[in-house]
């Protein structure tokens, strides 16, 4: 559990500037968009609210448009869907968690997901070609995995204040390492009806030391909805104008989004410490880990390493989104096979509030 009832509260609060601001004649396209952003698997719409594995994730990122080509030398050479693409560009902040089933063990727990935790602030660029139905998306990430991610004493204060079980089992988590991951999407309109179904296929591919891997997906939008390649703001808000300067404006959004995953993945920092990281539940000597001949019968007291790393992934998201003006909401599930091998699959939920200017 974290900071589900805040986003709540804040969903309240910014629908009500988002109905003042609503009563007035917008004549310009917002150029700011702030995007609060949360995981969790205590919000399950199937009612099995959980606290393991892929546990918790936060994101806040503020996205804007440039009306002049941007000066900064990073910008630049970020890849863009052509002379006519709508380019958001972007600065967050995100934090991860993981822990195992039984948070009140303080034993190490090698048979379940490891604590962890990663804090990391991200640059993005999201480009669409609203001609040619197709965008590319790219997001740096830089961070560290371990005790300086916070992500133990972030977990504490929820659980005090909202009254849950206090996690024990923080001193298992990975040593710091640092993180630096580029991570890549593109995707293309594989067919429309209207503007009431749009079937998108992507790929990503996740390179650095976080995460190593490649997916690809078909994305399916169902609904009352405005061209997914206008721009990323379109997406979430019903703001501004039509492309090509139409002064009619599709003030409300409602769809509903469906989207089956495949991932092949190679490495995963959160799962197996990062780079030049150990686990400091393993005794390491001269020759690394220690290991000791267990005769048949016998119980091994030498720590055991946590299970492999399960190189295909199956995910399948679902959900809705409603926006408003410039207030929109999000809320989709996840359900994925587990990370791990032997271990067990999981679901994931997620809010999202976006509110733009």
């Not at 600065?91 to 804090?119: C, E, K, R």
């Not at 009806?193 to 996740?206: A, K, M």
Request: glycine fraction near 8%.
């Amino acid at each position: 559990m974290n900071y589900f009832y805040f986003l709540s509260f804040l969903t309240l609060l910014l629908a009500g500037i988002n109905n003042r601001l609503s009563a007035q004649e917008q004549q310009e396209t917002p150029t700011r968009l702030l995007r609060i952003y949360e995981d969790n698997d205590f919000m399950n719409v199937r009612g099995q609210n959980t606290d393991d594995a892929y546990t918790a994730g936060t994101r806040i990122e503020l996205f804007y448009t440039k009306k002049k080509q941007s000066r900064f030398s990073l910008d630049r050479v970020l890849p863009k869907a052509g002379d006519s693409s709508v380019n958001t560009f972007g600065w967050g902040v995100m934090q991860l968690i993981f822990t195992p089933d039984d948070i009140g063990d303080p034993a190490y727990q090698p048979n379940d997901y490891p604590w962890s935790g990663a804090l990391a602030a991200t640059h993005t660029l999201y480009s669409y070609n609203p001609q040619k139905k197709y965008d590319f998306q790219t997001e740096l990430v830089l961070g560290v995995v371990g005790p300086a991610s916070l992500a133990e004493p972030t977990q504490k204060f929820v659980h005090r204040i909202m009254d849950f079980e206090q996690p024990q089992g923080w001193d298992h988590q990975f040593r710091n390492a640092l993180l630096l991951n580029i991570n890549f999407t593109a995707e293309k309109q594989l067919a429309a009806l209207g503007h009431t179904v749009e079937v998108i296929g992507g790929s990503q591919v996740y390179f650095g030391s976080m995460q190593n891997s490649i997916a690809v997906y078909p994305l399916i939008r169902i609904g009352k909805l405005r061209p997914y390649f206008n721009g990323f703001f379109s997406q979430y808000t019903g703001s501004g104008r039509y492309a090509g300067g139409s002064k009619r404006r599709s003030r409300l959004q409602a769809y509903f989004v469906l989207k089956p995953q495949t991932e092949l993945v190679f490495t995963n920092a959160l799962l197996q410490g990062g780079l030049f990281s150990t686990n400091p539940n393993l005794k390491e000597g001269k020759g690394g880990p220690s290991t000791t001949v267990v005769p048949p019968g016998s119980v091994s007291e030498t720590p055991q390493p946590y299970h492999d790393l399960r190189c295909v992934n199956y995910s399948i998201s679902y959900g809705a989104v409603v926006s408003a003006g410039n207030f929109g909401v999000s809320f989709t599930q996840t359900t994925a096979s587990s990370m791990l091998k032997g271990l067990y699959s999981h679901d994931v939920e997620n809010l999202s509030i976006y509110f733009a200017w």
